[in-house]
């Protein structure tokens, strides 16, 4: 079976990359709804400002047994890590095709100048202990959480919107920040300490506008709503609703400056986003998200919300000098 850069693939490609991930999830249905044929489509070949993405496949034939993307945040040479993502199908597992992928991978790494890699997996799967066979480290654990609004009375959002703290209004915008909020909303996206640090390059108001372009460009509509004092962002969260939403929306980042904390921002914040899709997007019946196992006070807010956990997954990291070298 050969491996092969997909740098420019074809539409059978696609179609066979969508069914390998297709096959996956119907082999862990846990891991979240299944694909859309279309999105991989978008994901993979569409213009991403701020980032680059390389393709590899394991192919027999026209058929594809295994698929890698890798993402290259930045320049090359950049201090961000690069971000892997290896998919087998379950059939073709334990033939060392996983290993050969992340081969070819490593060596888009070293090209380009990273000294570093992460992975984000299922806990509990087969990928786990491939990562770590590989030299990978855990470096976070993450808990799926979902929220189901037919399950949100609508008096607990009403509330939360009641209980505003004092000195402080509300702005909301779809899509990219308006000018006026740029640089004060890039200073509250910095506040997350420990996932800036980890994604090695600070927030400014050009990286939070060429966020919200990548989610236009793959034909998805972000939503921001942020807590003001005076002209400071003290708090903000991010929901991403997909092209063609036909249920789930994706909670993206939510976050309250230091010095603003222990005002119940975070949850108002949430409240008044959960009224906004109410209002806007009723097609939104469910919002998935992302915590860090070890943050007690934002899984405290999502479960007072009513969101619960769905799945465990771990972010894995690794030094690209350990990692195998194409033959």
């Not at 119940?264 to 008044?272: E, S, T």
């Amino acid at each position: 079976m050969d491996v092969i850069a997909l740098d420019d693939p074809t539409d059978a490609q696609l179609r066979q990359w969508h069914d390998v991930l297709a096959a996956v999830h119907a082999a862990d249905p846990a891991a979240g709804p299944e694909p859309d044929p279309e999105r991989p489509a978008r994901r993979l070949l569409g213009a991403e400002p701020g980032a680059r993405r390389r393709l590899w496949a394991a192919a027999d034939g026209a058929r594809l047994a295994a698929v890698a993307a890798l993402r290259l945040p930045g320049e090359p040479g950049a201090g961000r890590p690069g971000e892997i993502d290896i998919q087998v199908r379950p059939g073709d597992r334990r033939r060392g095709l996983g290993g050969r992928l992340l081969a070819a991978a490593a060596g888009g790494l070293r090209a380009d100048g990273r000294t570093s890699v992460i992975a984000q997996v299922l806990a509990g799967t087969p990928a786990v202990p491939f990562l770590e066979s590989h030299g990978f480290e855990c470096v976070l654990t993450l808990r799926g959480l979902l929220l189901r609004l037919d399950d949100v009375p609508p008096e607990r959002v009403a509330r939360l919107l009641a209980e505003a703290p004092a000195g402080y209004r509300l702005v909301r915008w779809r899509g990219v920040v308006p000018a006026e909020h740029a640089a004060a909303f890039a200073r509250a996206k910095y506040a997350m300490a420990d996932f800036a640090e980890y994604e090695g390059t600070p927030w400014d108001a050009h990286r939070v506008r060429e966020m919200a372009e990548v989610v236009a460009k793959r034909g998805d509509d972000l939503y921001t709503v942020a807590a003001l004092s005076g002209g400071a962002v003290a708090g903000f969260t991010e929901v991403v609703v997909p092209d063609g939403c036909t249920g789930r929306a994706a909670q993206y980042d939510t976050a309250v400056v230091p010095e603003h904390r222990g005002r119940r921002i975070g949850i108002w914040v949430k409240a008044a986003m959960l009224e906004w899709l109410a209002a806007t997007r009723p097609g939104v019946r469910e919002i998935e998200t992302d915590n860090a196992g070890d943050n007690a006070h934002m899984l405290a807010v999502n479960e007072e919300l009513g969101f619960r956990v769905e799945r465990e997954s771990m972010e894995y990291q690794a030094a690209v000098a350990s990692l195998p070298a194409s033959p």
